[in-house]
């Protein structure tokens, strides 16, 4: 089998990052400054998330979750923890689980936080994360561009986080069959992450995705070197 035949036989469906955004992390000062019950455990989820602890976090985030209900806190706060806790499921293939806690904090953030916001963006990115796994993809397309355009809006296009944006949206675009529509995307999601450190498995699956949607555009030329790229990593 020659090479091309090789990378011209993968599987042609799409790998999705499997990685979420949680928002900022809290400093110790922050804590100490404004203590309450469920900030720490919260800010340990966040860690274990981080960390690839999906398990810890998802145990933390529950805690936490349950003590900031239990304390009234604020519709913002528990937003915050509603997506470390959701994340943490999806990632751990309870989608079932994690919708319901998703969709709340969106419903929350889009209430409460006016556009354009990190924290809503964040949440819209998650969401479409969500719907892609759930294989709802225009309304995937529909919310990871309003996703990518709010952080446009808020002047930060050279971060990871954007990067990570710009991947839902390619994956959303090439798994309803745009490819044309997806390539373009996949090629300014690939260079913002090429240029952030310690992102190289994510590299991986992007320049996969990518070369499946170049595949099916029938540009195996440009598809192997995508594959060849993805296999020196």
């Not at 991947?167 to 798994?175: H, K, P, Q």
Request: glycine letters at 6%.
């Amino acid at each position: 089998m020659t090479r091309m035949t090789e990378f011209a036989s993968v599987r042609t469906i799409l790998i999705l990052f499997g990685t979420f955004l949680l928002g900022g992390v809290s400093t110790a000062s922050d804590l100490s400054a404004v203590p309450r019950s469920w900030e720490p455990l919260e800010e340990q989820a966040k860690l274990a998330y981080q960390h690839g602890d999906y398990d810890g976090a998802r145990d933390l985030a529950s805690n936490a979750l349950a003590l900031a209900e239990s304390a009234s806190a604020p519709e913002p706060k528990i937003a915050d923890v509603l997506n470390v806790l959701g994340s943490a499921l999806l990632v751990l293939d309870k989608a079932a689980e994690a919708t319901p806690l998703l969709d709340r904090a969106l419903s929350i953030r889009r209430r409460l936080l006016p556009a354009p916001n990190i924290e809503l963006a964040v949440s819209l990115n998650n969401h479409a994360s969500l719907l892609l796994i759930t294989g709802a993809l225009e309304a995937a397309r529909t919310t990871s561009s309003e996703a990518v355009s709010m952080f446009e809006a808020l002047g930060d296009t050279r971060s990871y986080d954007y990067g990570v944006f710009l991947n839902n949206l390619a994956a959303a675009r090439s798994n309803l069959g745009d490819y044309a529509g997806a390539i373009p995307v996949y090629d300014r999601a690939r260079a913002i992450l090429a240029a952030q450190p310690s992102t190289a498995p994510h590299l991986l699956r992007l320049l996969l995705n990518e070369g499946i949607a170049v595949q099916r555009i029938g540009d195996l030329d440009r598809a192997c070197s995508l594959y060849e790229s993805a296999v020196e990593l």
